[in-house]
Structures are given as structure tokens and as C-alpha cells.
């Protein structure tokens, strides 16, 4: 029963996506990237809330919880919410900026500003690289949930099929597929959550479990958790929406004041995090062995659902990974055929891109098969390099005028500091390494940018 309900909302999804092109006809590069900009406001909240609310919801946050804490979580919750206010004034100013320079990518927008092809590489190259974790995030969490569902495949023949489906949604139509499909995967989703929580309620009861879990954990913060969960919030929320698949994402909107609306609603998918915490709890609770904390959650469903239940959650999670991975496919595609290829005619940028598309999918299996993560240390990794992107997006959303060659040598030295501090596990008394990197990064860029102005100014 459970493979039954699961595979009919598979079929559904594909039928959404096919139903997606209808009226549409041929697609050119910016109907199939960017829906022409053309998605009112329910469209673009749920495409939004489906790259925001993806599988690192459903397998990362509880298994961060069970294998190190209901502390730390904290951050996880507070840099969502914490975006939100920030997605209100940068968003609209984001769609603005990107229909003054006809983008499809951030780096259209780098190129748009700055007028630096050096810069706009800089920014294509470390996106995509930076955006490999990301993948390897919706891999690991599609591998973590159906293996926690009892598929007892081989983790290869998981993420081939997940690339397939990926991509088949992808080449369907593109953007408008991603936004179909993510109303059945939100409301999938939250369904699946909170059934998964009730169950624990009503089976094992509320006090019982926390009572049971806070025996094996501690509910105290040290001060370095502290120091870490403050700074993390901060730093993650400042690159929440400078994520590249984030930023096309607010290009398909019909106004500025379409991505306002959106923002206003989007708090309240914090509303199933509680029911992720019981479930978290209760795997906690019932010294439930693992072969991944990523699991947590879904040993908790396995448990407590019945199997055509456990149909719809195995559905929610897989399409949650799914959509996402097709969000950051759309996203990469693009930014080799445009930025780093910029003579490819317009013609064949659609064509390229699924060709890099199929690249970037095969990468991230393969780093997915090779280093298997922690779910919540791969969306540490991606934002160590994509929020050193904010200081120069903040220049091109309010028309500053700062040299390209200062942007650029302050992304490239916080990318490269973030990425040493983290292979030496550098400790600074919790304080979240990305944060002291876009703190070097904005030093650079003001040193360079200030200093030959300096050398001008003559003594009296």
C-alpha cells in the first residue's frame, strides 16, 4: 500500500508538469528559466516556500536534533525567520534590478552592474561550486528517506532515479513545472509532518517524550552554542537570499509588489516545526538505532503511520528533494550558458543548459556516494561561500558605485578564508566561520575600494 500511494503521487507530479506547458507552446530562454515573469503571487510563494522548505526540513532538522541536541536546531529556526523581514525590502528590490538588466542569473546581475567580466566569472564559477553541496544535500535526504522508509535499494539506484525524475520535470517546462509541482509538494508535505507529530502525541504523549528525550539530552545552551546559534542566524540569514536559485526565483514574479505578498505568508510554514521536534524527540526517546541521525524522522513514521500514510510521507519528502534539485539545476544551467559561455546564441542556451544540467546531477551523485554529510553541515558549507555574494548585491539593489576589482577580491577572500578556517576546524569560541569570513571580505572590499582614493588626497 505504501509503494502504491507513493508512485500515484509521482504520476500526479508528472501530470502537473505536463499540465504545466499548457498555452505555452515553444518556450524561449526567459519563459523557460524565468516564466517570462509572468507567476503572480500564489505561484511565486510556493515555488518560493518549495526551494525554502526542502528536504533539509523533513531529514536535516530532525537528524541535527537527534544526533547533537535539541539545541542545535535553534539556529536552523532563527535564520529562517530572520530572513523573512530581510525578503520583504531586498525581494522587490531584487525583481527590480533584475528587469533593469534583463537577468536571468546573479551573475546577469554582477554583469549588469559592474560591467566586469571578471567579476561576473567569479561570481558564475563559485555559485556553481558552492551549489554542489546543495545538491549532495537533496541526495543524501532523498537517499536518508526512503531507506528510513524501509526501501531496502541500494543508495546508487536511489539517486539515479531521483536525477531522472529531476530532470524529467525539468525538461518538461522548466520553471513552471518546479512551480506546479510544488503546491502538491507543500501541502504533502506539511500533511506528512504533522500527522508524523500528532501520531506521537496521541501514541506516546507529549510530556512523556519530552520528559524521556531531555533525560539523554541537555536542553541548555553553552556559551559557545550560543555564540554559534546568534552568529549563525545572522550570517545565514543575510545569504538566504542571495542563493542563486533564490534570486531567479523572485525573477519569474509580475511585479515587486507580487514578491511583498508572498513574503508576508511565508512565516507561517514555522508552524510545523513543532510537530518536527516531537518527532525528533520521540526517536530520542525510544533509543531508536540509526544507521544515519538523517533518518529521525522517519524512523518516528515508520513507527506510528499506517503504510498508506507512509505513502504520502515518503511522497512529501521525496518531492521536496526534488523540486529543490531541479530549483538549483535551473539555476546552474543558465549561469554556464549565459556567463560563463556567453557567445552560445540565445537559441541553444536551452539545449546547453541541459547538458550542463546532466553534468551537474552526475557530480552530485557522485559526491553524494563518496562523502555521505550530516545534512545540516552541508547547508553550513553552501552558505559559507554563497552569503560572501550579499556585500556586492547589496551594491547593485541600492546603485552604489564600488570598484569590480574591490567586489571581487572580497568575495574571492572570504570564499577562500571560509573554506581554510573550515578544512582546519578552526574554533573561535563558537563564532560561525562563514560570519568572520564576510567580515574579512567586507574589510577587503573597502581597502580596495578606498585606498587609491586615499593615495590621491595630497598632504596640506
Known amino acids: 500500500m505504501t509503494t502504491a500511494v507513493f508512485l500515484g503521487f509521482i504520476v500526479f507530479s508528472l501530470y502537473l508538469a505536463i499540465r504545466s506547458k499548457k498555452g505555452h507552446g515553444a518556450q524561449s530562454v526567459h519563459d523557460f528559466f524565468v516564466a517570462s515573469r509572468q507567476f503572480g503571487a500564489y505561484l511565486v510563494f510556493f515555488l518560493a516556500a518549495g526551494e525554502i522548505y526542502s528536504i533539509g526540513t523533513m531529514v536535516g532538522f530532525p537528524g541535527g536534533i537527534y544526533a547533537k541536541g535539541p539545541t542545535y536546531g535553534v539556529w536552523f529556526l ?8 530581510l525578503g520583504y525590502f531586498l525581494g522587490p528590490k531584487i525583481w527590480q534590478a533584475g528587469a533593469r538588466y534583463n537577468a536571468i542569473t546573479l551573475p546577469d546581475l554582477f554583469k549588469g552592474h559592474y560591467g566586469s567580466r571578471a567579476l561576473e566569472l567569479i561570481v558564475a564559477g563559485s555559485a556553481i ?15 536518508a528517506a526512503l531507506k528510513g522508509l524501509g526501501w531496502e535499494f541500494r543508495p546508487v539506484y536511489l539517486v539515479m532515479i531521483s536525477a531522472v525524475l529531476a530532470f524529467t520535470y525539468i525538461a518538461i517546462s522548466g520553471v513552471r513545472a ?16 504533522v500527522a508524523t507529530g500528532v501520531a506521537v502525541g496521541w ?34 540569514a543575510l545569504g ?3 542563493m542563486p536559485f533564490a534570486v531567479q526565483n523572485f525573477f519569474t514574479a509580475r511585479s515587486a509588489n507580487t514578491i511583498r505578498r508572498t513574503q508576508v505568508a511565508m512565516p507561517l510554514y514555522m508552524l510545523m516545526y513543532p510537530f518536527l521536534v516531537l518527532a525528533s524527540y520521540y526517536a530520542i526517546s525510544q533509543n531508536l538505532e540509526l544507521a544515519s541521525p538523517n533518518e529521525a524522522f522517519f524512523a518516528a513514521a515508520v513507527r506510528l503511520l499506517p503504510g498508506w500514510l507512509l505513502g504520502l510521507v515518503a511522497a512529501g519528502a521525496a518531492l521536496s528533494g526534488l523540486l529543490v534539485l531541479a530549483g538549483i539545476c535551473l539555476a546552474i544551467g543558465p549561469i554556464v550558458t549565459r556567463n560563463l559561455l556567453p557567445g ?15 553534468i551537474y546531477l552526475v557530480l552530485s551523485i557522485a559526491m553524494t556516494l563518496a562523502t555521505p554529510n550530516l545534512m545540516l553541515t552541508l547547508i553550513n558549507t553552501t552558505y559559507y561561500g554563497v552569503t560572501q555574494f550579499f556585500p556586492g548585491v547589496m551594491v547593485i539593489l541600492f546603485s552604489l558605485k564600488v570598484r569590480p576589482v574591490a567586489i571581487a577580491l572580497g568575495i574571492v577572500s572570504g570564499q577562500v578564508l571560509a573554506i581554510a578556517l573550515y578544512v ?7 563564532i560561525n566561520l562563514g560570519l568572520i569570513s564576510l567580515g574579512a571580505n567586507l574589510l577587503v572590499t573597502a581597502i580596495v575600494n578606498y585606498a587609491p582614493r586615499l593615495s590621491r588626497v595630497q598632504p596640506a
Open 129 to 143: 561550486l558552492f551549489l554542489l553541496p546543495w545538491g549532495q544535500l537533496q541526495f543524501t535526504g532523498l537517499v
Open 78 to 85: 532563527g535564520y529562517i525567520l530572520l530572513a523573512y523581514p
Open 240 to 242: 538566504f537570499y542571495v
Open 203 to 236: 501514541q506516546a504523549g507529549v510530556g512523556d517524550v519530552f520528559h524521556a528525550a531531555s533525560v539523554q539530552v541537555s536542553n541548555q545552551m553553552s556559551d559557545t552554542q550560543l555564540r554559534f546559534s546568534m552568529s549563525t542566524m545572522l550570517f545565514q
Open 344 to 358: 552560445m546564441p540565445e537559441a541553444r542556451q536551452k539545449q546547453g543548459a541541459k547538458v550542463v544540467i546532466v
Open 178 to 193: 518546479s512551480a506546479y509541482i510544488a503546491i502538491l509538494k507543500d501541502i504533502l508535505m506539511v500533511v506528512a509532518i
Open 424 to 430: 582546519q576546524q578552526a574554533d573561535f569560541g563558537g
